[in-house]
C-alpha cells in the first residue's frame, strides 16, 4: 500500500499562485499514476488533475484547465500540482490520490482510486 502525505497549502489572494506536493512512501511509485482531487465546503469532492505513471499523460478538470499544473519526479517519489491565477471558488482541501496501473492512463474519477492522502487546505481570498 502506498501512503501520501500532501503539502504546501495555504491562504494565497486572488490571483497568486501555490505549489502542492504530495509525497509517496510505501512502494514503487512508478507503477502508480496519480490524481489531485478536491472538496470545498458544503461541496462533493471533484476531480482537478492526474498524470499517469509515466508523466507522459495528463488530465485537466475544465475549472483549472490553463491555470493548474501537474507534474511528478518519480526519482523523489513526489507529484506536483502548480496553481497559477487562483480564484476564490478554488478554496478547497486538496487531496492527492494514487492507482497501481498497468498501462499509461489517466484515471479521472474518483472511484478509480485507491489510496488517499490526508488533503492540504488552500484558501484563497478575494
Known amino acids: 500500500q502506498v501512503q501520501l502525505v500532501e503539502s504546501g497549502g495555504g491562504l494565497v489572494q486572488a490571483g497568486g499562485s501555490l505549489r502542492l506536493s504530495c509525497a509517496a512512501s510505501g512502494r514503487t511509485f512508478s507503477n502508480y499514476a496519480m490524481g489531485w482531487f478536491r472538496q470545498a465546503p458544503g461541496k462533493e469532492r471533484e476531480f482537478v488533475a492526474a498524470?499517469?505513471?509515466?508523466?507522459?499523460?495528463?488530465y485537466y478538470a475544465d475549472s483549472v484547465l490553463g491555470r493548474f499544473t501537474i507534474s511528478r519526479d518519480n526519482a523523489k517519489n513526489t507529484v506536483y500540482l502548480q496553481m497559477n491565477s487562483l480564484k476564490p471558488e478554488d478554496t478547497a482541501v486538496y487531496y492527492c490520490a494514487t492507482k497501481r496501473v498497468l498501462t499509461d492512463y489517466v484515471p479521472t474519477t474518483e472511484n478509480d482510486y485507491n489510496a488517499w492522502g490526508q488533503g492540504t487546505h488552500v484558501t484563497v481570498s478575494s
Open positions: 498524470i499517469s505513471w509515466s508523466g507522459g499523460n495528463t
